[in-house]
Nanobody
């Protein structure tokens, strides 16, 4: 069983910063990608950023230049540094892990709320 535990969400003023962490534990093998998604009320869950074991990153256009994803492979942990936050970044942020076996059905964390006040 794989568990993803997120931390680091909270309330911040526009222009501020937050750092999210996601630690994966359990029977993990053949990771394809780890990353972050977000879901605002009434909207679908969208990709924010992801990173492969080799360090290749992908970002949503809306966060490029403001967010940075990184990983600690030894700890199976991924981070999301969020700078210059905007009210439209407000959402529940979910960590996701895809493996070779779970390529189309990722493991999900429980989600962490990020609220950006204007």
């Amino acid at each position: 069983q794989v568990q993803l535990v997120e931390s680091g969400g909270g309330l911040v003023q526009a222009g501020g910063s937050l750092r999210l962490s996601c630690a994966a534990s359990g029977s993990i093998s053949s990771i394809i990608v780890m990353g972050w998604y977000r879901q605002a009320p009434g909207k679908q869950r969208d990709l924010v950023a992801n990173i492969t074991p080799g360090g290749t990153t992908t970002y949503a256009e809306s966060v490029k230049g403001r967010f940075a994803i990184s990983r600690d492979s030894n700890k199976n942990t991924v981070y999301l540094q969020m700078n210059s936050l905007k009210p439209e970044d407000t959402a529940v942020y979910y960590c996701a892990l895809r493996t070779v076996v779970r390529r189309t059905l990722p493991y999900w964390g429980q989600g962490t709320q990020v609220t950006v006040a204007s």
